[in-house]
C-alpha cells in the first residue's frame, strides 16, 4: 500500500474565504514526504540539517477537486517514483470522508548541496523510492482485483 499520512486542517491553514490556502495544500504534501522518509528510518535531522545531499524540488503542481475546509480530516497518500537516476516524482491523493479533494505532484532533483551540481539518487533514497512504490504498485493490483 502507498504511505498514507493522516491530517486535520488548522484554521491557520486556511484563507479568508474560510478554504485552504492553495499554497499550504503542498506544504501538507511535504508534511506527508517528511514523515515517509522518517517511517523508512531516515533520520530527518541529518537528512534536512547541513545535508552533503539536496533535494530541491524543481515542479510543483496541485489540482483542487472540491473545497477543504477547516477541521476536515485528510488522508494523504503518497507514491514516489523514480525518474532518472537524479530525478524522482512525488504524486499525492489528498482524501476527505473516502472522496479525492486534491491531487499534487511534487519533482526533485538530487544534487551535490556545496556545488549545486546534479548527481545520482544515493542508496537511502532509491530504497526509499523502493519500497513505497512496490507497495503503491501492490495496491494498485489489490484495488483492480477489488473491481474484477
Partial sequence: MSFTYNRTVHFQDTDA???VYFANILSICHEAYEESLRA???NLKDFFTNPSVAYPIVHANVDFLRPIFCG???????????????????????????????????????????SRSKQELPDEIIQWL????????????????EVM
Avoid at 133 to 141: K, M, P, Y
Fill in 130 to 145: 523502493e519500497t513505497n512504490r512496490r507497495d503503491a504498485e501492490g495496491a494498485e493490483r489489490r484495488k483492480s482485483r
Fill in 17 to 19: 474565504a474560510g478554504v
Fill in 40 to 42: 523508512s528510518g531516515i
Fill in 72 to 114: 476536515d480530516k485528510l488522508v494523504i497518500s503518497l507514491m514516489p517514483q523514480k525518474i532518472s537516476v537524479e530525478k524522482f516524482e512525488i504524486a499525492y491523493d489528498i482524501t476527505g470522508t473516502d472522496v479525492i479533494i486534491a491531487k499534487a505532484v511534487t519533482r526533485h532533483v538530487c544534487i551535490d548541496a556545496n
